[in-house]
């Protein structure tokens, strides 16, 4: 293992990042999931109605374009469904499903215990997260997509 003390704080958290991210990938392969369609569908489920998949991008903070290969992997799945939009029948709208809705269940408890094995206090981890993004967030006025 490197010394990580010389280590910048940016480096530490990407490295985590990735490392938490490859963790809950494995664990949710078999469901065909990915840590971005574990957000995408996130997202959906705690919507009030069917939205536009630039309205997901931006809530997830990517491009249009990425979160369209998300969705289009989803949808093979199951667990979304794509219909025209009552509002313009040129767009779509994206709901999930049934089926989407018991899978991100399942993925929220895989959250739960992909750092059981860290000795780390997963509480306090997300507090201090939850406050840095906010305050990163509040200095820019928003992250840009494609920076997550």
């Known amino acids: 293992m490197p010394d990580m003390n010389s280590w910048p704080t940016g480096r530490l958290l990407s490295t ?10 494995e664990k949710l392969a078999a ?4 840590h971005a369609g574990v957000i995408a569908l996130d997202v959906l489920s705690r919507a009030k109605e069917p939205m536009s998949q630039t309205k997901i991008a931006q809530r997830v903070r990517v491009q249009n374009q990425t979160m369209g290969k998300t969705l289009s992997r989803l949808q093979a799945w199951g667990y979304i469904r794509r219909q025209p939009s009552p509002s313009d029948r040129r767009s779509q709208v994206v709901s999930i499903t049934d089926l989407g809705t018991r899978v991100i269940n399942e ?3 895989v959250d739960r215990t992909v750092l059981t094995h860290a000795a780390a206090d997963g509480d306090k981890l997300r507090k201090e997260l939850q406050t840095i993004v906010r305050q990163l967030a509040s200095h820019t006025n928003e992250i840009k997509p494609g920076n997550p």
């Open 31 to 34: 469901a065909g999931l990915t």
């Open 16 to 25: 985590a990042a990735r490392l938490v991210e490859h963790s809950w990938n």
């Open 107 to 109: 993925a929220r408890e």
